[in-house]
């Protein structure tokens, strides 16, 4: 979130991805930011223990809302 934050200030679009674990946490992260707009997508957790080709296909399961999210 703070990488994210220090992004939209610079005016770069930016997003976190996170599981949905951390989803709420994320959201406040964002709004002690002042970033309220930065709403994290989430994936199924956890992802620590999966395999590159997991978390490929689980990266291939958001990426048109990460392509909407960052052009709208």
Known sequence: ???GSILE???I???AICTEVFFA???VQARVLGHNELEP???AHPIQ???P???RERAE???DKIVKRLTQ
Do not use: C, F, N
Request: glycine share 12%; no cysteine; aromatic share 0%.
């Open 61 to 63: 399961g958001i990426v």
């Open 9 to 11: 200030e610079r005016g």
């Open 41 to 43: 997508l989430t994936v």
């Open 53 to 55: 080709e997991q978390i």
């Open 1 to 3: 979130m703070h990488d």
């Open 49 to 51: 223990s999966l395999t």
């Open 25 to 27: 946490a994320g959201k």
């Open 13 to 15: 679009p930016s997003l």
